[in-house]
Structures are given as C-alpha cells and as structure tokens.
C-alpha cells in the first residue's frame, strides 16, 4: 500500500463539507428507494442476500439493506480514479491516530489498491464495531463522482454475507442489533444533513433529531412540530440561530451580527421570526421593563451617557455601566419608558433574542440529549476539535429516562425551585429559602413513590436536595427544631437512599443540641441497622453511641467498640510556620527553604533518612481513582442495558449505585480474581497503551505517570490492590472521596515493595469521620496506615 493509506481523519470530517451539484446527489438514490437512504430487498451480483422468511425491514438486522453514505477526507485521490458504479471495499483502519473507529473506502476494480477516503465519522463509529466484534464486511459502489476535487463522495454499501442470529448467544443478539439500529440510524441523520451544512449545524440537528426520535412522548404535539419546524428552515436561518443561541445574550443589536457562513442575515431574521424562533423590536409593540434593561446593557458606556445627559442627570465619567442604567430607569418611570424605549432603538438599532418558546424548548432538548445539565453543544466542538476524546461503548437502550412527559415535567419544576434556593441563599433572601422549603417539603409528600434506577432524574431527588440545603440553613439560624423536622420527613420519604448516613447523623446532633440525649443515641443506633448507612457516616455513629451510650445509659458495650476506638500510629513533625492564623490553610518553610504547604512538607519528611526513604505523591483520593479505572476499564464500559445514553459519557449512569456492582458481578469477580492472582500491572500498562488521553471518570492522565502507576499497583500488593478495587466498585460514591493525602512507597528488589498511606494535619486539624473510616479500612486490609502530623517547634 501507498503513503496515500496515511490520511487525516479530521479533514475527512472537516467542518464545512462541500457540496456536489444537485444532479450529481440525485444519482445517489437512483439505485434505492425515492424515500429513504436504508433500501431492502437487494440483489447483488444476481445472488439475493436475504431469506425471504425472514424480516429483513426490522431495523434490529441490517442485512440485506442499502446503506447509501459518502465517501469524506478525498485528499489524495485523483480525480480519474473515481467512476460511478466503481466498487469500493471497507477496511478498519484502528490505529488512525485521530479516530480509532475509523473506516477506510479502498477501490476495489482496480489491480492495485488504493484509499479513496473514509466512511463519515457518526457513521463509523457503530459500523466499526460491527466489523471488529462480529467479524462483518462491507462492500459498496459508487453512485455518482462530484465535479469538485474536495466534495464528498455518494456511495451504497452493504453486508458481504447473511447475519447470523440463531448462532449467538442472547447477549450478544442484543448487542448485534443494538449496533445495527445505530448504523441505520446514522445512515438516516445523513439524509437530514445536507452536504452544504456546517459542521455545528449538523451536530445541532442531530441532537434535535436524535432527542424528538427517542423521547417522543415527552412533547406535546406542538412542541414536536415546532421543533421539526427547525429542520425545514434554510442553512441561513439554522445558522443564526445556533450561532445566537450559543451566544451570551439575551438582546443583539443586528448590525453587530457578521458570520461568513450565513449570506443573507435579513432573510434568516424574517424566516425565524416566522418561524416563531426569534423577536424583533421591530415586531415587538412593547417592551417588558426586564427587556428594556436588557437592551440597554448591549449600549456602550459612551451611548449610555448621550441619553443620560438628554435626562439632565449628572453622570460622572468614572461611573460604571449598570450605575448609569439604574440612573436612565429611575429618570424614565413606567409612563415615559416607551420614551427611553425610542431613544435606546435609535442607537441600538433593530435588536433581536431567541424567543421564550425556543429558549426553553431547545434547553430541554439539550438537557434530554446529554443526560445532565452541565454539557452543552460546545461538547461537539471539543470533539471535533480533537480537545475531548470519549470512550468507545454500546448505547443499549430499552427503558426511558423519564416514563411520561409529566415526569419530564415535574422534575424540570424540580430544577427551578433548586435554582431559586441557590440564588436565595446566596443573596441571604431568608423568606425566599423558607417558601422554596414549604413548596420542596409538598411536592415531596404528594409524589408518589416509584421504584426509578437513576432517583437523581426524579423530581422527588432534587426536592430532597433543597430541603438539604434548608437543614443546613436552619442549624446556622440555630433552628434546630425545624431542622429536626426537615431531617425526620427526608428519612420517612426515601427509605433507599445513600444519603440516610448523613441525614441520620444531623439527626443525631440536632437532637443533642437540644438537649434531648437520649432521643439522640436511639437514633444513632437505629442508624447502624440500617444498610444505607455506610462508610464515613456509619463510622461516625458508632463513636456517637460509643460517647453518648455511657453507664448509666447502656451498660452493655457493642461488639465494634474495640474495632472503632484503635488507635491510629502517628508521626510527628516540625516545620517553621510562615502564618498561624485560623482558618487559613498553614504554610511552612520547606527542608529546601521554599514554601509549601502540609503535605508537601510531610513527603519531603518521609523522603530522608529520619523518614524511611520513600518516593511518594500528594493525591488523596486522584491516583486511587485512576487506577481504578484503569484496572475496571472494560468493565465500566461493558454492555450493560440503560446506562450509556449518548456518546458524550464518562462513566455509565449506574456507578455512584449499588445497581453497578450487581449487573456486572461475574466480570467484576473475574477481573478481581486475576488482580488477585498479581495481574493488575499488566492490566494496568495495557489499559493505559489502549486508552491514553480518553476521558473517563477519575482519571488523570497528566497528573500521574505510567512509572508511579505501576510502582503503586507492585508495592501495595495483589491482595490489597483487589480489595480496594472491590470497594469502589460495590459503593464508588460513598468511598470516592476522603482517602488518605499521601501514598508513598518503595522498592526492596525490581519485583517486591510496600506501600504507606499517610494524612497528614496541620495545626489545629483533626480527622474527618470519613478519613477515619479510610485509614480504619486500610489497616484492616493490612496496610501500613498513619496520621502526619505537622505542627511549629514548640516554645520554651
């Protein structure tokens, strides 16, 4: 094969791809159906790839069907090697350094083989999985060859043989037609993305696209039909707006709206104002006071100050922005704003927003498509751009994230009164924190309880986190009779919920503020029976019933008294301070002179001879996490049904659940057997080499070198290693956090060390009941476990 085989995966997905000439497209359907790019029932080379019996239409078997996509990244073809009807090949091309899914279009007519292009990124991705996992062939040809040298390609492809069902196992028939589903799915969006779109255009629409096909039921029959609106629109008017609503906004004056791509912003404004997806002041007869205001901050500091002066207010030149426009607001009053209305248009011009209605619509989509309302359409972007690489998994879906369009609903409600409380807390709006406690502690009492996989997608969930934040609230008003109230309603209502450890021990401590000792101890022993009760909270109950169940209270002793009250080995050391003061985070001078903080001085402690020579780093829980997901890689990423929605995850929707452990014990057991059997190293570098620069949660990949990884999986030991890993995977949201700050080790020979785990606390510091339960679970694991604890040279 020719250099030629070398071919650059982004520009095959460039941003902008070009377009042939209407009649060169046509000719990509001629072979197929008039209606859709997926055509059944072919026959090629006189021999039918399909059994009659059998139904070939479903979407779950792509056997038999016309697949018509295009051939992208042409760079280095020659014009003459392309003729339609040439045929044309597949080939995976794994070790392309851009997309390892990616898939190479070869010639097949000719006697030396050549690399035409590559088969469209959305497309490869599924259609590359068939291939490697299910060992399936495409062969295709090529429909018609565009004037342009750069333009894409029209081309059909199809299976090289007959899908085999009846042959696999059930879990692997869903996997089977799961990807199938995709590649038809992929090869249906690129009929709806014309080849002139650009490339957020296209990430824009199949967002929408995706979202509208698999959550129908949660839109009104109108809300769907304004949405598929959008897709009917000219490239200029899909243009403009993604571009304004990606835009800090809401108001934009239209002479400051210039984009290269969109030729015609007047025609784009009257489409979408049509349309319903924009508002004009030029349509617009009034103006709320809220849009006034809105429009004065897209003024200038200078054209703020030529209508003030018409006002005959003062306005020194030193005075900012919002002073000058409260100043024009107070100057014009509810009569005379459509005065200010006028005067304000004359400078701005014709000014324009997203409308209402698409504004909370598109936020929905958007929230429905990633899953969370954290990423938005700017996660294409860093895709496209090559900044953010996500793992390569199956998105199995068989239930819905939300069951009825009123769930959807309630838990956007939800997220609007979590929002005012936020706000209200922040502003110190007392009364507005109280209402939105009443309204949370309602809606919680009236839903109605459903048994929901995921409860952080429940509105009752988000409730509960408000009423949280109100406990915490009322202890600082030291209210502790209303924030007892709070906590007894939160652990009536959510009998299965990780957070009833914390919930218990608030409980506990508000009671006892009040007095009421007894009441207090009964709840925190009640607490340990129950087994949502976990980790550092459960540890810390224990010391309560410990402390507060003395004689004469109980005079029986528990069987964890012993287990919970060792000692933890501790080390002292003396550093020079730089500041004492509390309630900042301490200094010291470091054995080098620098400056440097606790941690940094322990590690330069434990790096000499008075500290037994270790090599060590400060990471708390960062390089545990790392590890882990290094080591569980194919396990966090298996085929699990529900759990990965979109291509844009991380982790699946179940790891901070107990459901994690339990839909993938056999494997996770199997992968911990062989980290017991002393694996984990090899594992290890594999994980690494296969998934560098990958983004999955708790990994650091700039943080950590694949030198200390290694020396931490060898030092702490097979035994060990497999037990902190069997931890997270059974409760990784209870033992993610609060790990102890230094791990340190060193070697004896090239194959054997030991491994030290160390917090270390400056002045005035003491122990977290998490961290406690960290260091109690290391030792009882065998590890060597300690406090640091740094503190100024004592005065004479």
Request: with cysteine; hydrophobic share 35%; glycine share 6%.
């Amino acid at each position: 094969m020719t250099d030629s085989s070398v071919v650059d995966i982004d520009e095959a997905n460039s941003i902008t791809y070009e377009s042939s000439s209407s009649d060169n497209v046509s000719l990509a359907y001629t072979d197929g159906s008039a209606e859709t790019l997926v055509t059944d029932d072919i026959s090629i080379g006189g021999r039918s790839t399909i059994n009659d019996d059998e139904n070939v239409n479903s979407d779950d078997d792509i056997s038999g069907k016309l697949l018509a996509t295009f051939i992208v990244g042409r760079r280095y073809c020659e014009e003459e090697e392309l003729h339609t009807g040439n045929n044309v090949s597949l080939c995976r091309d794994p070790e392309n350094i851009k997309d390892s899914n990616a898939i190479k279009v070869l010639s097949a007519d000719s006697g030396c083989i050549k690399v035409l292009g590559y088969i469209p990124r959305e497309l490869a991705e599924h259609l590359s999985k068939l291939m490697d996992t299910f060992g399936i062939s495409f062969e295709g040809r090529i429909m018609s060859v565009p004037e342009q040298s750069r333009a894409v390609v029209p081309i059909q492809i199809w299976c090289q043989e007959k899908i085999s069902f009846s042959e696999l196992e059930d879990e692997k028939v869903k996997v089977l037609q799961s990807l199938c589903r995709h590649v038809i799915n992929a090869v249906n969006l690129g009929e709806t993305a014309p080849l002139g779109m650009v490339k957020y255009q296209q990430n824009f629409c199949l967002l929408l696209q995706e979202v509208l096909k698999s959550t129908p039921h949660v839109f009104t029959h109108d809300e769907k039909t304004f949405l598929e609106k959008f897709l009917l629109l000219s490239n200029d008017s899909q243009r403009l707006f993604i571009r304004l609503y990606t835009r800090k906004g809401p108001w934009f004056r239209m002479s400051s709206i210039s984009y290269a791509e969109i030729l015609d912003n007047q025609l784009a404004v009257k489409e979408l104002s049509e349309a319903g997806y924009i508002c004009s002041t030029e349509t617009t007869s009034e103006l709320h006071k809220d849009d006034l205001e809105q429009i004065l901050n897209i003024l200038t500091v200078g054209e703020l100050r030529e209508i003030l002066s018409a006002t005959n207010k003062k306005c020194s030149h030193s005075s900012r922005k919002q002073e000058s426009i409260s100043l024009l607001l107070s100057a014009y009053g509810d009569r005379s704003s459509s005065l200010l209305y006028k005067m304000v248009l004359e400078k701005t011009g014709t000014c324009i927003r997203i409308s209402s209605a698409a504004d909370s619509l598109v936020w929905r989509v958007e929230r429905l498509f990633f899953c969370n309302g954290e990423q938005d359409l700017s996660a294409f972007l860093l895709v496209d751009l090559g900044i953010v690489k996500y793992p390569t998994y199956n998105c199995i879906v068989t239930d819905q994230l939300f069951s009825s369009r009123n769930d959807l609903l309630s838990y956007e409600e939800a997220l609007e009164v979590a929002q005012i409380m936020d706000e209200s807390l922040e502003e110190d709006d007392s009364s507005m924190v109280l209402r939105c406690i009443a309204i949370s502690i309602s809606r919680i009492s009236s839903c109605a309880a459903k048994a929901i996989k995921f409860s952080c997608f429940s509105a009752s969930w988000v409730y509960s986190k408000v009423v949280l934040l109100g406990v915490s609230f009322l202890e600082s008003e030291r209210r502790h009779t209303d924030a007892i109230d709070l906590l007894k309603h939160l652990l009536l209502n959510f009998a299965k919920d990780r957070r009833r450890g914390y919930w218990t021990l608030r409980l506990s401590i508000d009671l006892e503020h009040l007095g009421r000792v007894n009441e207090s101890l009964s709840v925190a022993e009640s607490g340990l029976d129950d087994p949502w009760v976990r980790a550092g909270s459960r540890v810390s109950l224990q010391r309560r019933v410990l402390r507060l169940g003395r004689p004469p209270r109980r005079w029986k002793v528990p069987s964890y008294s012993e287990s919970v009250n060792r000692k933890i080995p501790e080390v002292h050391v003396q550093g020079r301070p730089i500041n004492c003061k509390t309630g900042t985070k301490s200094r010291f001078y470091g054995e080098d002179g620098e400056q440097c903080g606790v941690e940094q001085l322990a590690l330069q402690y434990y790096a000499g001879e008075d500290g037994g020579q270790w090599q060590g780093v400060h990471s708390e829980s960062g390089i545990w996490l790392t590890v882990f997901g290094l080591l569980m890689w194919d396990v966090i990423f298996s085929d699990v049904p529900n759990v990965f929605l979109t291509r844009f995850q991380t982790s699946p929707l179940d790891l901070d659940t107990d459901y994690f452990y339990e839909a993938r014990k056999s494997i996770i057991e199997q992968l911990l057997s062989k980290i017991q059997e002393g694996m984990a190293e090899e594992i290890l570098i594999t994980s690494w080499e296969s998934h560098f620069g990958t983004s999955c949660r708790g990994v650091n990949w700039n943080r950590h070198s694949l030198t200390e990884l290694r020396a931490v999986v060898t030092c702490i030991g097979s035994g060990c290693m497999a037990t902190i890993c069997r931890h997270l995977a059974q409760d990784y949201r209870s033992w993610s956090s609060g790990m102890p700050d230094l791990l340190l080790w060193r070697f004896h020979s090239d194959y054997s060390g030991e491994a030290k785990l160390v917090e270390v606390k400056g002045p005035r510091d003491r122990l977290s009941e998490q961290q406690r339960a960290w260091l109690l679970f290391f030792m009882d694991s065998g590890f060597n476990a300690e406090v640091c604890r740094v503190n100024p040279p004592v005065s004479k």
